[in-house]
């Protein structure tokens, strides 16, 4: 039995990406977009193309919903899809915290599975439980979050997921000096109980990150790089089969990985 699939995003770089590694995936079916510019513009291909979520997910008969949009419509989307019984796998980036708990509550009622993956890499999500653990030793520590200059969000969903890690096992302290003082605003970056985020937004980047601590004599450096948007596709290919499996909210790919060996 095939998985059937909406793509919400699909003209955007990531959700191309996705259409090829879907239709390139022999039990995976794709079955409608959620696009914005649907007027006026033509579908070549059989794929019915949907403006509004709640139609599409009321006309569609669909399992799983895969968001690559943008914060704002991305939250709408996920939540209208569990209401109508459709697992989002949600790769958007900028929800608020409130946000998913909110859609943690939904997916409980509903009982069914939902994936939000503030990045698909897994070598992202290594890094990110490097860096947890890390953390225990090294309480004094900074993010660099590096990205192509067409990002929305700043700090990026990768770099709040692996401040939240990092602060599970962080014993709390202040960092750097206390009468430091900021010449230029901003130059410090953005600051949360004492981890700073930076965050770097230039052409030619793609999606990278560097979890910096700091000891007595010493610095360990923990990166990664994605080169390309097909870094995220397996990660995608498989929490499209994990949301089948689950019955409430995932965040986070690191729940779905075996780590403790
Ligand atoms: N979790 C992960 O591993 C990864 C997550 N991301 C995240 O995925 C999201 C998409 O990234 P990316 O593809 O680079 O961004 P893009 O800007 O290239 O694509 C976003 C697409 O969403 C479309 N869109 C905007 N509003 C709506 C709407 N109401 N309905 C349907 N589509 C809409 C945009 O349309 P228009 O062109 O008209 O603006 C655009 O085509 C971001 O939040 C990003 O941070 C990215 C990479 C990896
Ligand atoms: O916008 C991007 O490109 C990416 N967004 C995600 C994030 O905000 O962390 C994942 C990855 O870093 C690429």
Do not use: W
């Amino acid at each position: 039995m095939s998985i059937k699939v909406i793509i919400a995003g699909p003209r955007g770089k990531m959700g191309r990406e996705a259409i090829q590694m879907i239709e390139s995936t022999e039990h995976f079916q794709l079955v409608a977009y959620l696009d914005r510019k649907n007027k006026g513009r033509t579908n070549e291909s059989a794929i019915p193309v949907y403006e509004d979520p709640d139609k599409c997910f009321a006309e569609v008969q669909a399992d799983v919903l895969v968001d690559l949009t943008t914060p704002e419509v991305g939250f709408s989307h996920t939540e209208s899809a569990l209401k109508h019984g459709i697992r989002p796998v949600v790769g958007t980036s900028g929800f608020k915290p409130e946000e998913i708990d909110e859609l943690k509550k939904l997916a409980d009622e509903k009982k069914i599975g939902c994936i939000i993956a503030p990045n698909f890499a897994v070598g992202a999500v290594l890094l990110m439980q490097f860096a947890k653990m890390a953390a225990k030793y090294f309480p004094d520590v900074e993010i660099i979050e590096k990205h192509h200059d067409q990002k929305l969000d700043a700090p990026s969903g990768t770099a709040m997921k692996t401040l939240e890690l990092i602060k599970e096992n962080r014993t709390a302290k202040a960092q750097g000096h206390p009468n430091e003082i900021e010449t230029l605003a901003g130059a410090r970056g953005g600051e949360s109980e004492g981890i700073r985020i930076h965050s770097v937004r230039l052409p030619g980047l793609v999606a990278h990150e560097e979890v910096l601590f700091g000891g007595n004599g010493q610095l360990l450096t923990i990166k990664h790089d994605s080169m390309n948007r097909q870094s995220f596709m397996e990660g995608i290919k498989m929490s499209i089969d994990e949301v089948m499996k689950l019955d409430h909210l995932v965040y986070g790919l690191e729940n779905l990985l075996e780590l403790n060996n």
